[in-house]
T-cell receptor, first 116, second 116 residues
Framework: SQTIHQWPATLVQPVGSPLSLECTVE??????LYWYRQAAGRGLQLLFYSVGIGQISSEVPQNLSASRPQDRQFILSSKKLLLSDSGFYLC???????????????FGNGTRLTVT | AQKVTQAQTEISVVEKEDVTLDCVYE???????LFWYKQPPSGELVFLIR??????QNEISGRYSWNFQKSTSSFNFTITASQVVDSAVYFC?????????????FGAGTRLFVKA
């Protein structure tokens, strides 16, 4: 069966520090991978998605970046965090490619990031 | 561009009441998928239902039912005889094919409080 791992669960970082959140998926090949952010009391905002190694689409201009160095690894990074980067970050995967029966998103447990 | 609107920010009901969560979407595609997810206080998103754009048949699963109306671009979710355990944030989402995969956009969510 497929599993998704996301870490760390919580993180407190000072403004201006770098960030690296990692997500890995097991039990499936070439998944679509996503990073979402949920600000306090708000909905889910799609940040990045990837349909394959090295293929990253960015949805929102920001000081965050994403990379997919391996098929089932998705990394969210920042060189210098801002206060506004605080939030709940969720990694997700779905079945790849065009399908008649679209796969739902399978989410990790999330990382709660507080920038101080 | 895709858009998902959940106009109800918060709903509060008393246990055993029925409650309907509204979802209105916008898309230019003829093939798309609609989802509902539940986010309990623990934070992890749980997939509830998927509907494709060619299937307007309503669905019932226990106390949950979904009403998909293409004519009004709505995909509403009704909980019958609500229970305290239904308290959560509920997200409606729209997924469309893009770049060889599917991109999913979420509404802002509706926070449901069910009081005993």
């Amino acid at each position: 069966s497929q599993t998704i791992h996301q870490w760390p669960a919580t993180l407190v970082q000072p403004v201006g520090s770098p960030l690296s959140l990692e997500c890995t998926v097991e039990g499936t090949s070439n998944p679509n991978l996503y990073w979402y952010r949920q600000a306090a009391g708000r909905g889910l905002q799609l940040l990045f998605y990837s349909v394959g190694i090295g293929q990253i689409s960015s949805e929102v201009p920001q000081n965050l970046s994403a990379s997919r160095p391996q098929d089932r690894q998705f990394i969210l990074s920042s060189k210098k965090l801002l206060l506004s980067d605080s939030g709940f970050y969720l990694c997700a995967w779905s079945v790849p490619g065009y399908r008649a029966d679209n796969s739902p998103l399978h989410f990790g447990n999330g990382t709660r990031l507080t920038v101080t | 561009a895709q858009k998902v609107t959940q106009a109800q920010t918060e709903i509060s009901v008393v246990e055993k009441e029925d409650v309907t969560l509204d979802c209105v979407y916008e898309t230019r595609d003829t093939t798309y998928y609609l989802f509902w997810y539940k986010q309990p206080p623990s934070g992890e998103l749980v997939f509830l239902i998927r509907r494709n754009s060619f299937d307007e048949q309503n669905e019932i699963s226990g106390r949950y039912s979904w009403n998909f109306q293409k004519s009004t671009s709505s995909f509403n979710f009704t909980i019958t005889a609500s229970q305290v355990v239904d308290s959560a944030v509920y997200f409606c989402a729209l997924s469309e094919a893009e770049d060889g995969g599917f991109k999913t956009i979420f509404g802002a969510g509706t926070r449901l409080f069910v009081k005993a």
